[in-house]
């Protein structure tokens, strides 16, 4: 019974030796791989541009536009080559170096009268795109188109402008190939030294920097293609002030009125005279006076004249620039009489209004605080005007900034400005003139500031 277990605990041992040997023998598991990410997708190229066709065109260039293809792909679009041959050859050549960023591009240096087959290919990391073409061969020359001057509405009518304005018409006009601007007044040539021209492929420009007189007239410009041309014409007139009227007289006088006539201006300004404006002046004021405006006759009579005085009178001229500057007057003088009755002024003796001087209001006794400024008033009347002084104890103050003397109408003020503790005393007022002399006193005391009102004033 002992050998049967001594037996199985020996074989037990030797199975566990050999599991254990085992187990140092067998190699280590495998860690799990990540799983292998698929294929990128192949590049691909984009579609074709699309709405290629010409923008503009001259006799060495040829302008293009178009829009980008409608399938991009994940590839993007890194830009495109433009490319072109002469028709009846199969010879492309790319015209840029660079790829275009852009859908417009100017194919530059081409000879005149060359038919040319354009087509467009945009390119990617995928390639080129299938190519679009034109339609058509385009032929390198420039298109001709009539020219036409649009002469602006405002222009279409007489321009007026004044004496010294600065005159700047720019007149828009359309044609192909860059038109010939030509321009003339009244039908000869421009004066260059008065009047400049600035043109461009769209528009011509006249400028005067002071405008005169003689640069009114008819201004005709000419805008002109190979054998068509257009015209257009436009009138300036530059005004200015117009001359009094070359003559005015008294025809007649009767009652209480005065018939007038004239002559119109020598100078009207370079524009219709619009109007009349008729003055008169009574002898002893010599005072102008308005009686008619804006009149149009040559003629006219001024009534509700005051009997006994005597009148002259004068007219100016008038136009769209206004009045004119001076006036025709006439030679004579218009005595307003009234018939059987010979009027005698009374005579006056002349009244002496002479008056020695006279205080009318006096000075009051006034109290003031330091710092604080204050008045002195008086009134007083004397003919002829007196002369005020001003004195302190009997010293005249003169022109002391200190204080600002005042006299007007009669009414006298002395303001002493901030006054200090020897500001106080006694105040006086003289007046004086060619018939005696008056003077009146008041005194001024001041008040130094309590305790308390400084620090009120402080804190305020």
């Known amino acids: 019974m002992l050998s049967l277990c001594s037996l199985y605990a020996a074989n037990n041992d030797a199975n566990a030796y050999l599991t254990s040997a085992e187990a140092a023998e067998a190699p280590a598991p495998e860690e799990p791989k990540p799983p292998t990410p698929p294929p990128p997708p192949p590049k691909e190229p984009t579609s074709a541009p699309v709405e290629l066709f010409v923008e503009d065109k001259n006799d060495t260039s040829v302008t293009i536009i178009w829009s980008q293809p409608e399938n991009i792909g994940p590839s993007g679009l890194d830009g495109y080559t433009i490319e072109i041959c002469k028709d009846g050859t199969e010879d492309w050549k790319a015209v840029n170096e660079d790829l275009q960023k852009s859908c417009r591009y100017v194919i530059k240096n081409q000879t005149t009268g060359d038919r040319l087959k354009i087509r467009v290919v945009a390119v990617n990391a995928g390639g080129r795109s299938p190519p679009v073409a034109l339609a058509e061969p385009v032929l390198v020359k420039e298109v001709a188109d009539r020219p036409k001057v649009r002469l602006p509405r405002f222009l279409r009518q007489r321009y007026v402008a004044h004496v010294g304005d600065k005159i700047n018409l720019t007149i828009p006009f359309t044609g192909k190939p860059k038109p010939v601007v030509t321009w003339t007044k009244n039908g000869a040539a421009l004066d260059t030294k008065r009047v400049n021209i600035r043109s461009t492929d769209r528009d011509s420009i006249l400028f005067i920097r002071a405008a005169e007189r003689e640069d009114s007239g008819v201004y005709e410009m000419c805008v002109k293609v190979e054998d068509f041309e257009d015209k257009a014409s436009l009138t300036l007139q530059i005004v200015e002030l117009p001359g009094p009227p070359a003559s005015v007289k008294i025809v007649d006088t009767w009652g209480f009125n005065v018939a007038l006539e004239w002559t119109p201006p020598t100078d009207n300004g370079n524009t219709e005279i619009t109007g009349y404006t008729i003055q008169k002046a009574d002898k002893k004021t010599g ?7 804006h009149y149009h006759r040559l003629n006219a009579t001024i009534s509700d004249l005051i009997m006994g005085n005597t009148y ?5 001229s008038e136009n769209k620039c206004g009045i004119s500057e001076g006036a025709a007057a006439t030679k004579e003088e218009a005595k307003i009489l009234k018939t059987g009755i010979e009027y005698k002024p009374p005579e006056y003796q002349e009244h002496d209004f002479s008056e020695a001087p006279k205080f009318t209001t006096n000075l009051s006794d006034r109290a003031t605080t330091v710092g604080y400024s204050t008045k002195l008033l008086c009134s007083v009347r004397g003919f002829p005007k007196p002369k005020i002084i001003w004195m302190k104890n009997q010293m005249i103050i003169g022109d002391d900034p200190k204080y600002r003397q005042i006299c007007v109408q009669g009414i006298c003020s002395l303001e002493i400005r901030k006054p200090g ?36 004033l402080k804190f305020k």
């Open 287 to 293: 005072d102008w006076f308005t009686v008619l405006e």
């Open 312 to 316: 002259k009178f004068r007219v100016f």
């Open 421 to 456: 503790n020897f500001d106080g005393g006694v105040y006086s007022c003289r007046a004086k003139n060619d018939h005696g002399e008056v003077t009146i006193s008041c005194k001024l005391e001041v008040k130094l500031l309590h305790e308390g009102e400084k620090n009120f």
